[in-house]
């Protein structure tokens, strides 16, 4: 388990694998790519692809199951809405792959993040 309070959140059970792929910064393919083979912990042959990456997924470590904890997509997702609707596509079908080995959420925030002043 990552050593992250997102991730401790969720507690630790004897061999499930928590993980957090923060997502801050990304505003490209090739970063998401990156960020994902640094957070995840993806082998060197990782192909830094839609299909290599769907490939990893499901080959996580972790004899509980795997835990992926997205935060801070949203810039990302403003950035390149068709680049992401894709990962959440590669996302999905690992998830529906992999039932009850593998789950990815989508933080919406947290109390550490600083709040954007309304305009108003």
């Known amino acids: 388990m990552r050593n992250d309070p997102l991730a401790a959140l969720f507690g630790a059970t004897p061999g499930r694998n928590i993980t957090v792929l923060d997502l801050h910064g990304v505003t490209d393919k090739k970063t998401f790519m990156e960020r994902c083979a640094g957070d995840l912990g993806l082998p060197a042959w990782f192909g830094r692809n839609w299909d290599a990456l769907a490939d990893c997924l499901t080959d996580l ?31 999905t079908h690992a998830v529906e792959t992999m039932p009850g080995q593998l789950a990815v959420l989508l933080t919406l925030g947290g109390s550490d993040e600083r709040a954007t002043p309304s305009a108003g």
């Open 61 to 91: 470590p972790g004899e509980e199951g795997t835990l992926v904890l997205v935060c801070r997509w949203q810039g990302y997702a403003a950035a390149r809405p068709g680049e992401w609707a894709i990962a959440q596509e590669v996302f």
